[in-house]
């Protein structure tokens, strides 16, 4: 989600890129009007088998309309298949989300999907997941330039002041959109802004960067001192993990949580609670010490099946990944254990949420559209546990019981 | 790649996960001898469409054959189509590749290819870009239990005296895996190993999980403690962004560099030299106060959208998307612009890069197969320099000259 | 401070730990009515002499009356003798801090007081340093437990429709402390609160506990979940560096600035400002890829000989160190430097203020007592730019320049 | 420690800053012969007084001989009083540090020499606390700048080769320091190289400085490039808590770990080992989720205290207060307890440890002088341990188990 930082003013067909030939090689081939049909398409695969001597045969299969594909991709050639493999029945308990799901995963990562199907399986077995979305901010952050930091603290003083005229400029260039508060962070005679919005449906990183640029213009416009300013002071961390991110919330803040009892882990993974919560100190650890973004297993793993299968913007794992693994060992052996995604940046709404297959995957779990991205968010979180659950549990089977079995544990 | 951890001994197929019915909801159909066939996939369509009225019909279509899926999905019912637009060339004079490269983008985020395209016409109108791999390193990083910190320590001094004999258990599993070394990190009892090894044209974590394992169980029997362990120590972090990985290296460490005339630069992107650079200082800073995982631009969109278009194992964009950029204003008005991607996990061989669209999207580039994953890693590189260099152009085209043009930046 | 965190309901003497002996090792020899004199001093003295052999002839060398102790000291035998040196004239331009000091740097490191000396000249030459606290924040962090994360959402909810009942409370409990916003972040079923404070001229850590735990327990007693707390749940950060600290303040955040001619540069320290610049990008990039708390030269060493002298609380340079260096290099090759201290933790109110030699030192600096921390605050950071300045430009002048001259810059 | 990093070639005493007076204030007395001196001391109390109205009387009255300053301290003018109580004994069970030590604690902040104390009494009664030094590597780490990455990557390689000749050169600046190895780490054209070494019984910051510095020039002289370095590239994270020394050690890498059985503590502290390791879980967290240096909970308050009695460079508690804290409840209701300081930078030579209070200080310790370095760092960390222990203990006592006894803790 690109669009808000394009060169204003400029149309993307104006792009010099497009219409000039800068290089050695040969120029893609474009149609200035009619770019987005099958004769294009193939065109394009035509001149990549004569530059390269490459066939895109199987890129050239597909059922997507070229004509849908303005703002999904230009110079569109063909398609990936990325093989989708059901999880399933995933129980959730959520605000939103409630009952029994099949959960698409497209990957091509082998036992990716028997994993997360048996981490399901167990849950269900231990009466599902609840999930909850705690929190939802959505930003961008300008960086104001001062000749001192007096100014610039005083330019923040002035933006609080401003609140009200400001959230207008913004929340004039979008209908869903809303502006929440403003973080500030000052450094040296910078003033950086931190945006924040709640987005609707949609992921939000278009409509947020185009809201806050009327804003910072808006602010130019207003403030005695004119001031410059760069529309991100990079504490967005957009298509960034970041500490702020995990602390501040970026996209959907969600929790899925479970009480799995000694019981069933034993009988469904061969492990028991104690043994969980072990290594769960030993992975806290390994974490903390490694500066981790995430204390727990594999969230990327399902989420980026979970997001290709159903359009989202899949370099949103960089930042959706992370996230906050937290458990007790309860005194009737049973476990409590929490993941909390802290920056989980998902749609049901524009983006590639509309294209075919990705649609028709919203529609299997019933989260396409409008409101349904809160139920979406914690059908995400809860596939995150059941995975973490399942590779967890492998690890402490394979390699640590077999230990502990010939050795005991306290020796 | 989470093959090896799976539970030893125990088939994929044993997995009482596939053969019980567990929780309220249907299981998904699935048969034991013969599940990857057009039949079987149809059928769990099907089986959708009763379970949740969502009908698969897009995601039916494909030209995949089943029968090559083992090893890459379980329980496939169809392929996610995600649209491929092709940017370039892309000029690169790197060590291992070396020409002009057609970039097929898998993307459903509008604006991504025309942005990156863009960034290559730039790069290619410099000279195109230089490239190096500077270090490789895939791991698995296990722990090892022991009473007290003394112990742990000895132990470790004995890993080390025994190096010869553990590489020989690694490397007993693999034919083109090596270990190169032994990290050690202790915390309290626990002695963390982070075993390196260099893994050929794959990415290697299945490799590297499963040589570690035998580097395991080997020390395991030969040390006089008969010490406990588990096969990660969370310190891999596989999956993950990590500081370590942006230390250490994780994968490839590959750098992308360029040298852009401040001609050059104004021409095609409106954009100064000098303003890069000031607004460097500005992105550098934001990005070490958010504790961000790259301070460059947004490698995540680049690697992702390639990732999917050539069957890399896609939730890797967790580490591959951190790294660091480097720059310097030349005296001359030359602008000095790095990309070092610390933990650039990538494959040409093995995972999904033999499947038939990610093969064709590989072979467009000439990196499909043995010997070929260092011009990838090169090629991944190149475009993420061009995508940073055309981002942060249109941030300062739309937001930074304007203001700069009105107010003057000495005032 | 460390008082707010004893066993309420107990006072000190009552600690088992003094009246009983429990160990092998002989007691510390303590009166529990008079203990605060010289005698008792002198006994422990004498009980070290023979435990141990040690003469404390020195350690008891003080001109410290024992009598003033309390509350500053348990045990009290004697006393370090730090050397102090001096350092100016520092030239500040603040906002609470004006004119020329002399700032006593307590240290045992050869070269510090003398290396800071050299950057106050040189800033002194350069017009001096602008210095201004641009937020203020002491926090006490407390964390909810509750059944799940619904509940722990739910409870965020009623703690900022009863912000006003939980101030009162707080406040109640001191006469300086405000209380003036309540940070929420939630993690599972946890609902971390930081509370934020601005704490008067004490650094306000007793203050912001105690003040904590009344607005703890007023949300316990008035809640309808009746909810368990535990008075720091980490995110504080007492006593520690954290990211959390860098974005959100902790203590003042207070920003130092100067504009360094490159002439004058380059006649004090043999320097050129475009060296400096030059060398910035490599220590940000070396600050940014080992994750460090400061991409500055040495904020410790000067915060911590002014911490010893002036009675602040030394153990808080963990988080006071901490900060980010901001600079530009300006078309006319002036340098603009500056450090913005995140988490400066400083008092000139309680704590070892008011000790002899701790007081003289911040009467030196016009800074003891009431109103005067936001003036102590600029000129620990203008003691820190100068500092950086010096030392930067030592490691320039020292093996930059003659492998620079030698060899050239732009080969 | 910043001898290092002067200007080589010059004398402390031939540095402008001390023979002209640049600014509008006052310069401070020195007498460049004799400067070291009572009188001159006296004199500047006087130039103090007549400058700023403030008397020095108390900072005026210390034991120390100012003859023995040079090395520790320029523009000697007195010294602060820092008070110092006793906690002990404290029962140490490590390889250097053997029996029950009485540990010198300077400080002005009330409760913590008690609650130390406290720690220390738990303790023993728990049979004291194991101590091991399990890694040991101090640093500098120089960049070296290249035309491209290629260059710096062959450069890294020609290090490799050259390993043993570095090693004499560096070797041969020092009688105490040891090169062991030189980690790289490269970004962009930029080669950082962290020179480890080992130093004896001094902290050894500057001795690794002088001796890299011999390194670079000699790698500078030898190279064909003759490659242009800087000597800190930032990555030895001097004086600033970094990831990289949580992760590759800067000084000593120091362990204390317990077993505390859970009567003990209930009957000391009040407090169940379950609770403890509950609130473990959270601590955790807050910790990882904060980006906090240290998961225990105030390293920095012990070790500043004994630094400051010492004669340690203070400043270090910037990197000393890191460390990982670990712990697990044992299947019989024990409390296993270990401490991790990670980067404890300590001397027992050199520096402060020589001057009369802080040697007096030393020695009750048995630590002062060659041989006694590793022994004090056990003392350290065993002391970091008992107050970790105490304060935990009180957090939990005074506001965990009311809520609990009134609410219970498992409804």
Not at 158 to 179: C, F, M, N
């Amino acid at each position: 989600m690109l669009g808000t930082l394009r060169n204003p003013g400029r149309t993307h067909d104006e792009e010099p890129s497009v219409t000039t030939q800068a290089t050695s090689g040969a120029r893609v081939p474009r149609d200035r009007e009619h770019d987005y049909t099958e004769e294009q398409a193939a065109r394009r695969r035509a001149f990549v088998a004569e530059q390269t001597g490459a066939s895109l045969q199987h890129v050239g299969h597909y059922s997507v309309d070229p004509a849908v594909l303005p703002g999904n991709v230009e110079n569109f050639t063909g398609v990936a298949q990325v093989p989708i493999g059901l999880a399933g029945p995933l129980h959730v308990d959520g605000e939103h989300a409630k009952g029994d799901f099949y959960v698409p995963l497209a990957t091509t990562e082998g036992t990716l999907v028997a994993s997360y199907n048996r981490g399901m399986r167990l849950l269900g077995e231990c009466g599902g997941v609840r999930t909850t979305v705690v929190d939802d901010h959505m930003q961008r952050a300008p960086a104001f330039l001062f000749d001192d930091a007096l100014q610039a603290r005083s330019f923040g003083e002035w933006v609080d002041a401003h609140l009200d005229d400001i959230r207008t400029a913004a929340e004039a260039t979008t209908r869903s959109g809303k502006l929440t508060y403003i973080g500030q962070h000052q450094i040296g005679n910078l003033r950086y802004l931190r945006v924040n919005y709640t987005t609707g449906d949609a992921a939000g990183q278009n409509m947020t960067g185009k809201a806050t640029l009327a804003a910072c213009e808006w602010i130019r416009d207003h403030h005695p001192d004119r001031p410059r300013f760069v529309l991100s002071g990079a504490i967005d961390t957009d298509k960034k993990h970041s500490q702020i991110n995990m602390l501040m919330t970026r996209g959907k803040r969600v929790v899925a949580e479970a009480v799995i009892p000694d019981e069933v882990l034993q009988r469904v993974m061969g492990v028991r609670t104690r043994d969980l919560f072990e290594y769960r100190q030993i992975g806290m650890v390994g974490a903390f010490m490694s500066g981790a973004a995430y204390n727990g297993a594999h969230a990327a793993n399902g989420l980026t099946a979970m997001f290709i299968a159903t359009g989202q913007d899949v370099a949103n794992v960089a930042e959706s990944h992370a996230g906050v693994t937290y458990a007790q060992l309860l005194e009737n052996g049973d476990y409590y254990w929490s993941t909390t995604l802290t920056s989980l940046i998902v749609a049901t709404y524009g983006g590639g949420t509309g294209l075919p297959t990705q649609r028709e995957c919203l529609e299997l779990l019933g989260c396409y559209g409008a409101g349904k991205v809160g139920k979406f968010a914690e059908i995400c979180a809860a596939t995150v546990l059941a995975g973490d659950v399942s590779l967890t549990s492998a690890i402490l089977a394979g390699d640590w019981v077999t230990s502990h079995d010939a050795l005991g544990r306290n020796r």
